[in-house]
């Protein structure tokens, strides 16, 4: 749309003169000139203060922890937290942990045995941190049992009259969790969630209990319910956007490998790209956020900023190149070039995303904030650091091609 339809709808306008905005040019000028000033003669000071920037930040995101839950990035005085908060602090729960038993023999659901597994399974979800109550066969039988004034069913018989009376007395809830002619039957603990910091190793711990006691023979269980759904999709979309990122960052590697046709200039020009991301690390490590899918989003579109200012660069230093400049005066006239369109996307972008930290939801806030911040770091990156490493890290990059006369 930029290079087709952009050009046609200017055309179509009537023509004016151009208004200069003096102060944006004299920025512009000024980050160019010392852009250009930098190259020719590197500070010190600078490359100093880059390396403790990159120490700092990789500091940083060593305190970063993965945490992620089913009501994600929203503020803690909104109205659907303080709701979730009144409802646990009733004791209720608003998610569920469920044991989805199926029998390949409907008998096989009222034995002794069974009975005793599901006590015992009920005994340990009741024991979990984020459970708040359990509902399943036996709180319903043993709650029959105590209004008839009789002991606990231990008995096939037993489990079978009980099953029946509650059937007819309370039809759609006992219905919830017991089905035996179909073979079926449920555990469900009402839970809240906590994280998958911790949600995780409580599954885990489930899990390994499962396997230590198992239901008895013919009967099957699973782990459902919403909130182990949800871990599990959110365990997917983290690992699963994480590999996408590392993919995506070894295709921009190829690409700018074959721009300059070489593995080590490639390697050079991802320097640029990686500063961003690990400026973000840092500043989420220090602000105490985690890693979750909305910050991941976050990475991949910093990334695709921070690629598209170093393909600025190096597309005008190869154009220089094959017509023949030293590699200094090539560095020099992308900077003069290039380094103006640069500055300019970084400044509109930049001021762009910053707008979203008045949200009142704290994902888009995360956005404006930590994008804005990708925006800086890839100018900074890409003016000041990118031609040093060009000049000083590495020989001349071959051509992608020769002029043809």
């Known amino acids: 749309c930029a290079m087709v339809v952009l050009p046609l709808l200017l055309d179509l306008g009537a023509e004016r003169a151009v208004r200069e905005t003096a102060w944006l040019e ?33 500091t940083g995101a060593t305190r970063l922890r993965t945490n992620a839950s089913l009501v994600d990035d929203v503020r803690p005085d909104h109205p659907l937290m303080r709701d979730l908060r009144w ?20 008998e096989t659901l009222t034995a002794p045995e069974t ?37 606990p069913p231990s008995r096939r018989e037993e489990v079978a009259q009980l099953g029946l009376l509650l059937d007819m007395a309370a039809p759609d809830g006992f219905d919830d969790v017991w089905r035996p002619a179909e073979g079926q039957a449920r555990l469900v603990a009402d839970a809240v969630d906590l994280g998958s910091a911790r949600m995780d190793p409580y599954f885990a711990a489930l899990e390994a209990h499962l396997a230590e006691d198992p239901p008895p023979p013919g009967v099957r269980v699973d782990v459902t319910g919403t909130l182990r759904l949800s871990h599990v999709a959110l365990a997917d979309i983290l690992s699963g956007f994480g590999t996408s ?13 074959w721009l300059l046709r070489s593995v080590w200039q490639g390697l050079l020009a991802m320097v640029p790209n990686l500063l961003p991301l690990l400026a973000m690390l840092g500043a989420m490590g220090a602000l105490g956020l985690d890693v979750k899918p909305s910050t991941l989003l ?57 707008v979203l930290v008045t949200s009142d939801f704290r994902f888009l806030v995360l956005v404006g904030a930590m994008t804005a911040l990708a925006v800086v770091t890839a100018l900074v990156a890409d003016l000041f650091v990118y031609p040093v490493l060009l000049r000083r890290g590495a020989p001349a990059p071959a051509l992608v091609g020769q002029v043809q006369a």
Do not use: C, K, Q
């Open 26 to 58: 004299r920025l512009v000028a000024v980050l160019v000139d010392r852009a250009r000033a930098h190259a020719r003669r590197p500070s010190v000071v600078g490359l100093v203060a880059v390396v403790l920037f990159s120490i700092a930040a990789l």
């Open 298 to 354: 976050v990475f991949s579109v910093a990334l695709g900023i921070a690629v598209d200012d170093t393909l600025h660069l190096v597309g005008r230093l190869v154009e220089r190149r094959r017509l023949g400049d030293a590699m200094d005066a090539a560095i020099d006239d992308a900077l003069r070039t290039s380094g103006r369109a640069i500055v300019l996307t970084s400044l509109v972008i930049g001021a762009g995303f910053a």
């Open 115 to 151: 009975y005793a597994w599901m006590t015992r399974t009920s005994a340990f979800l009741r024991g979990g941190e984020p459970v708040r109550g359990v509902v399943g066969p036996t709180e319903y039988f043993e709650s029959a049992a105590r209004a008839l004034d009789l002991p």
């Open 245 to 257: 990122l590392v993919l995506a960052f070894f295709a921009v590697f190829a690409l700018l490998s």
């Open 87 to 106: 409802i646990e602090d009733v004791g209720l729960a608003p998610f569920s942990i469920a044991l989805w038993l199926r029998a390949d023999d409907p």
